[in-house]
């Protein structure tokens, strides 16, 4: 089960909420389905160097509220805010609403976001750098700032390589089956002149214990960001599992 569901939709509800947040009636659901996709596709490739992990869309009677999520809010606010103001426009013109609202969160640990993570690797691997080296950064980095676990898996034709292969790198525990644990999960690609090497990156926070708001405003926002001990939302658990990992060098792609 935990290898075959997404581990975000697996928690829905638990101990995650949704990044869309409307009503939409039987006539009108399709269309406000695909103006979000619009909407964060859009985002996505205009702000492809703003960090961002995600994109929270709200919708209230004839106002639409967007909430990005974001590793480095200067690139995306602009001087004097000036960005912010031409993204507004512009999504006002990709949608039709008048009422467009535009709110920026800053991510403070970029180094516990599956998604950042990810295209960190990513664009580590698109400038030429060695992909295992970009990966043991990426998980020294996750540990260092408090994960509990973290696994990555690279898909393609690493190195340059003529046949394409799998490659895994796990490092401390990502139990995917405890739906009380807090995994970030996120899956990316990297654009190679030799194709394209896919990413997946599993990121464990520890275990939620207190009942949680579902509001993913305010989970990312700071409040309980990264599983800090709020509301004895984290505990200690059982390290045998890093240590094992640190043993093996961390993960198979090492014993190569």
């Not at 389905?33 to 985002?43: A, P």
């Not at 031409?86 to 991510?107: A, H, P, S, W, Y």
């Amino acid at each position: 089960m935990g290898q075959k569901a997404n581990p975000i939709g697996n928690r829905l509800g638990i101990i995650r909420g949704w990044e869309s947040n409307w009503y939409g009636s039987k006539k009108d659901y399709a269309g406000k389905l695909i103006e979000d996709h619009k909407i964060r596709t859009y985002l996505n490739a205009r702000i492809n160097k703003g960090g961002i992990s995600k994109i929270v869309i709200e919708r209230t009677l004839g106002k639409l509220i967007v909430t990005i999520h974001t590793s480095k809010p200067g690139i995306i606010i602009g001087k004097g805010g000036g960005e912010v103001d031409r993204i507004k426009e512009e999504l006002k013109k990709l949608t039709g609403k008048d009422d467009v609202q535009i709110n920026i969160l800053e991510i403070r640990r970029p180094e516990l976001d599956a998604m950042i993570v990810g295209d960190t690797i990513a664009r580590q691997i698109e400038n030429r750098i060695n992909f295992k080296r970009a990966t043991k950064m990426a998980i020294a980095s996750a540990l260092r700032m408090g994960a509990e676990g973290i696994k990555v898996k690279l898909s393609g034709r690493l190195g340059g390589a003529e046949i394409a292969r799998s490659e895994e790198f796990k490092q401390g525990r990502v139990p995917l089956h405890t739906f009380r644990m807090d995994i970030d999960y996120a899956n990316v690609f990297a654009q190679t002149v030799y194709g394209k090497i896919g990413i997946k990156v599993w990121i464990c926070k520890g275990e939620v214990l207190a009942k949680r708001d579902l509001n993913p405003n305010i989970i990312a926002g700071g409040k309980n960001e990264g599983g800090n001990n709020t509301g004895g939302e984290r505990r200690g658990g059982d390290r045998r599992d890093d240590r094992r990992g640190d043993r093996r060098g961390g993960g198979r792609g090492d014993r190569k």
